[in-house]
């Protein structure tokens, strides 16, 4: 009656052990927190379990769910929680086919009732909110921000060799992706741009925006995406990266359902747009019915 | 080379409502081709245009499923597949078993998918299928090197890109910035509905192994979103100065 957690996210990891410790002690079994890196900086309170290998896993996608599936298929858990990043939305997938389990996507609340876990998804680009089950053993993927982590010191960690694996895909090399870091996600305060820009060199004065109030850049997809103006790791929405800061400023954003799903555990929405009819004027606290020309310049004067 | 591509048939949740009890009013919902999986076509389309290949279409669904398969042939693809099935009695489990059943019966070099459907983004049928078969997967590819009997991908991953190789048959997840897809003209569209779409019962890919769904949908609501709507219009000066004030007062901003 175990259940495992897996990120190879570290906050992420310690989150999910969170919930893995409240359905491990509903189904009376215990909860491990499994890593296929270098444990030394997991805070959790609980136990660990590492997996090494002859081969370096890292960055090797295919490895990784090889060691991880190998484990689990051992261990025979109740249930597999695993931090809903891409990789991890992989990782659940291919295991869910391996032991024949259900697999819920991007699931919070987590209980177990009735011999079933059951959660609760945003569907439908986040408009519907759906309630799903299904029966343990099962696998489940889970959102960053869905647990709170219990930060402490490993009671103990057990080490697994997993040695001649082989992979399917062949890795060639991990590339860092900008030379610019943001950690969106954990940002207080957001100031994001949309289609609304004309030019790329108009996010200047947006950079200055968040600047002046100690806020990350964010953006809508058709910026990264498309138009290539800003780095993935910008990109707020559905695709993109789920933002709960406590201010999110939507800058010439349209506010289509795709990037308003990546927002809605925002506390202040504020949206300027000089469409007055724009569907992101529907979900903010504030808005200004405005050409961002004039409103940033603007805001900028008064916060100076 | 043959290509196949995934395609579901979705809700358009954009247009999606809800009734006064606030479930959704699935039934005659407006439906369309899940918008990330235009990408998986359109690369597809891209790679005929520099190879000799042949691609496939396959969806899953019910009469209405052909709508989406013939988007796909307007765009380019040669033939269409639609496995016949209630949809909403098939979790991502049985959905991509079926799936990989009709690939294995048409048999491929490379599977397109996207890298999750528009309206439940899952992200779980691509590398379902891939797994079901027994075949490596590439996910969230935003560059498709394809050669003589392999490919060679960049993939996109949260905070790094990974390059991977695997050899045929391979599938693939794209992401929605590998291409821009192309739309359809009217004469592509006429020209489409000549091209031969095969509709197979779902039971006929029914293997011994074919696992019962596993995932239930018990409920669905509407999220609200309670927000206040307090709009400023008039001179930008002005209502930047009113917003300051509002957002000082709210404290989520230094005064």
Known sequence: MSVLAYSENHDLAEEIFTGALEIASQLGGEALSVHLDDVESIRINGKLV?????RLVSGNPDLTITAFSKFALERKPSVILIGATRLGRQIASQMAVRIKAGALSEVRSLKVEDGKLVGIRTVYAGKFSAKVAAPVPCIATIPAGAYEKKTGTPTSVE?????????KTLHIETKPKTKESTDIKAASIIISAGRGFKKKEDLDML??????????VGCSRPLS???????????????????????????????????????????????????????IFQVADYGIVGDLYEVIPALLKHLA | ?????????????????????????????QTKMSVFDRNAVEEAIRIKETKEASIVVISLGGDDA????????????????????????????????YLARAGQREGADLILCSEGSSDTYSGQVGPMIAEWMGIPFIGYARRIEVKENDVKCEQVYEDRLEVSEAKFP????????????????????????????ENIPFQNLKGSDAPQTQVNVIDVNLQTMNRRRIMFEGEPDEAARKLIEALKKEQVINA
């Open chain 1, 50 to 54: 590492l997996l090494t290998s002859d």
């Open chain 2, 66 to 97: 052909k709508k989406t398969v013939k988007e796909a042939l307007a765009m380019g693809a040669d033939r269409g597949l639609v496995i016949q099935c209630d949809p909403t009695e098939l979790d991502t489990l049985a959905t991509s078993y």
């Open chain 2, 1 to 29: 080379m043959k290509v196949i591509v995934c395609v579901k048939h979705a809700i358009d949740e954009s247009e999606l409502t809800a009734d006064v009890n606030g479930k959704p009013i699935l039934q005659n919902a």
């Open chain 1, 159 to 167: 080490t697994i060799s997993m040695d001649r694996m082989s992979e």
């Open chain 1, 225 to 279: 995406s498309d138009l290539g103006w800003l780095g993935e790791e910008h990109h707020i929405g559905l695709t993109g990266a789920y933002v709960h800061p406590n201010l999110y400023v939507a800058v010439g954003i349209s506010g289509q359902l795709q990037h308003i799903a990546g927002i809605k555990d925002t506390k202040i929405i504020v949206a300027i747009n000089k469409d007055k009819l724009a569907p």
């Open chain 2, 170 to 197: 391979v599938l693939i997840s794209v992401v929605s910035e590998i291409n821009e897809p192309r739309y359809t003209t009217l004469l592509q569209i006429m020209q489409a509905s000549k091209k031969p779409i």
């Open chain 1, 207 to 216: 950079e200055q925006l968040a600047k002046t109030l100690g806020g990350a």
